[in-house]
């Protein structure tokens, strides 16, 4: 493969592709979501709750950033929060170090072979960090379903009732970076492209690391990442004859 970047270029047996999905938010199309007159930001983009004071918020997405950031905004404005389904909770005694333990012990038994019956319970379900268990004190955490359309000061359902919003957070998540392998082809329609472990499966030379699940479990956290990119490393050695 010829890599180019700049006004440099490099002939390599083998790429590792490892840009990850934060250099790419999604934002959902929306019918009318462009006649919108008020402001529109992505979480990625979110600083602080300050632009917001006075105004009526719409956050949209039910994972923690949408939970977060709705407790952070809904102290200075009204907000309306858009989840898909109602949003699941984790116990006020559950962390992100307890998922992670729960991660490494499926992955463990995956490897051994066995089956690990764990409580409900997924790094998408909202984590009760305080600024979250202060905002359900208030009576906040309260969701809606998903809207139809955009209208120009706000959004309309299905049943046609509708809300105006001075504002919407995307708090809906991040695509695969994988504008710079658009050359080779080897993008599918859902925007991944196919792989055996972490090798693609239409160009053999690339591998691909730390995207989410389909390049290995828990693959887009540093925990699950480690596991994958010392697999590729062994995998690589293979496809190169140990050289």
């Excluded at 002939?11 to 990850?20: L, Y």
């Excluded at 529109?40 to 009526?56: E, I, K, M, N, T």
């Excluded at 929060?81 to 729960?102: C, H, K, S, Y």
């Excluded at 105006?164 to 329609?189: K, N, Q, Y």
Aim: hydrophobic fraction near 40%; aromatic fraction near 8%; charged fraction near 20%.
């Amino acid at each position: 493969l010829r890599v180019r970047a700049g006004q440099h270029s490099w002939r390599a047996r083998a790429v590792v592709s490892a840009t990850g999905t934060w250099s790419n938010p999604y934002i959902p199309d929306y019918p009318g979501r462009e006649q919108f007159a008020g402001m529109q930001l992505h979480s990625a983009h979110y600083v602080d709750p300050a632009p917001f004071a006075g105004q009526r918020v719409m956050i949209v997405g039910g994972g923690n950033s949408g939970a977060q950031i709705l407790a952070e905004v809904s102290k200075v404005a009204e907000t309306l929060w858009i989840t898909p389904e109602p949003p699941l909770f984790l116990a006020d005694d559950v962390d992100g170090r307890v998922l992670f333990e729960r991660a490494t012990e499926r992955w463990k038994a995956q490897q051994e072979g066995r089956t690990v019956e764990q409580p409900i319970g997924g790094l998408g379900d909202v984590v009760m960090v305080e600024p979250v268990r202060e905002a359900r004190s208030r009576g906040v955490l309260v969701s809606e379903r998903p809207f139809k359309c955009f209208t120009e000061h706000g959004v309309e359902w299905a049943d046609g009732r509708r809300a105006e919003v001075d504002a919407v957070v995307w708090c809906t998540g991040f695509r695969p970076a994988l504008d710079h392998l658009s050359a080779l082809g080897v993008i599918e329609a859902d925007g991944k492209v196919a792989v055996e472990n972490t090798r693609a499966l239409k160009q053999p030379n690339l591998w691909l690391v730390g995207y989410g699940e389909w390049t290995g479990a828990a693959s887009a956290t540093l925990i699950g990442v480690t596991r994958t990119a010392r697999s590729t490393v062994s995998e690589i050695d293979a496809a190169l004859g140990g050289h």
